[in-house]
């Protein structure tokens, strides 16, 4: 695991921390500094990272806190506070 990936790993750990304690504009900041390094070192982020987090706004989603999850015709839709969607196929 090269350097870059473990800093994207650990940026993300850090969100996570930051929105479970209400501390939601940090955690955009690391949202947006792992996408920026991912960028950097030509790196695909996790898919628990793009899962979680809203292309539109860069903000760590959480089910229930603010973002909305709805299963639609074999889809994950997932709605950010912003409005920003997701759709991720399922079987």
Do not use: I, S, W
């Not at 969100?15 to 790196?43: F, G, I, N, Q, S």
């Not at 987090?53 to 506070?81: E, I, S």
């Amino acid at each position: 695991m090269t350097v870059a990936e473990e800093r994207v790993k650990r940026l993300q750990e850090l969100a996570r921390e930051a929105v479970t304690a209400c501390h939601d504009e940090r955690a955009k900041r690391y949202v947006r500094r792992a996408r920026r390094v991912a960028e950097r070192h030509r790196l695909r982020l996790p898919r628990e990272f793009t899962r979680f987090t809203c292309d539109r706004c860069d903000a760590f989603l959480r089910p229930g806190k603010n973002a909305r999850v709805r299963l639609q015709d074999g889809h994950v839709v997932v709605t950010c506070d912003c409005g920003g969607q997701a759709r991720y196929p399922y079987e």
